[in-house]
């Protein structure tokens, strides 16, 4: 499996305030995904991180709100812009090894905002 | 049984029993499933994956079996153990274009096994 980490892996943050939270991936992985899951429920698709270039949007979620960096291969930054308790959630990162499809999972950033 | 909000779908076995998770997938045009455990405070691990032109993969005591026809997928897990408690979501995907990796979860089943 790839290996994936984030940091920090969890915080609790005012409101109005900013966090930024950084994903590491191994050097197998060429696709990198941020993704929300909201407490008790589902994984929600934020955005894909672009190498080099800005990252692609889901509807529902824009740019000014979750910047998102991806400077290199195995390097990518999502920012939760503005905080409100409203975006309390568990942020995770994610990769798809090249040559293959499967998917795998950093063990996530959990946020709560006061 | 439908989920809003906290409320997931539970599964309750006993230890050694056979379990099978069921998902109805949302679009027609996905072509590429996987199934994926979440333990308490870490991210979701993969289990298995299938493609549309199959029906049924199997993996180390899991099963999925896909069913296009009705757009259903199944996770079963032979001889469950206390381990194996954790929540379970499908995903879907639309591997050509635009759509590659962008993954759908499904609402996600709780299972507790019973020692």
């Known amino acids: 499996s790839a290996v994936i980490s984030q940091k920090p892996s969890r915080d609790i943050c005012q409101r109005g305030t900013s966090l930024t939270i950084q994903c590491q991936v191994d050097s197998q992985v060429t696709m990198m995904f941020w993704y929300r899951q909201q407490p008790g429920q589902s994984l929600t698709l934020i955005a894909t991180?672009?190498?080099?270039?800005?990252?692609?949007?889901e509807s529902g979620f824009v740019i000014d709100k979750f910047p998102i960096s991806r400077p290199n291969l195995t390097f990518s930054t999502l920012t939760v812009s503005n905080m409100s308790p409203e975006d309390s959630s568990i942020y995770l990162c994610?990769?798809?090894?090249?040559?293959?499809?499967?998917?795998?999972f950093g063990p996530g950033t959990r946020l709560t905002v006061l | 049984g439908e989920s809003v909000g906290l409320h997931l779908p539970t599964l309750s076995v006993q230890e050694g029993d056979n379990s099978i998770i069921n998902c109805a997938y949302s679009n027609s045009a996905s072509d590429y499933f996987i199934w994926y455990k979440q333990e308490s405070g870490k991210g979701p691990q993969f289990i298995i994956d299938?493609?549309?032109?199959?029906d049924k993969r199997q993996g180390q005591r899991v099963t999925v079996l896909l069913n296009k026809t009705v757009k259903h997928l199944s996770l079963q897990i032979a001889a469950t153990q206390p381990g194996d408690s954790a929540v379970y979501f499908c995903?879907?995907?639309?591997?050509?274009?635009?759509?590659?990796?962008?993954?759908?979860f499904g609402q996600g089943t709780i299972l507790t096994v019973h020692p």
């Open positions: 991180a672009n190498q080099g270039s800005e990252a692609t949007y």
């Open positions: 994610s990769g798809v090894r090249g040559g293959t499809d499967t998917q795998y």
């Open positions: 995903a879907e995907n639309i591997e050509g274009g635009t759509s590659y990796g962008k993954l759908t």
């Open positions: 299938i493609r549309s032109n199959m």
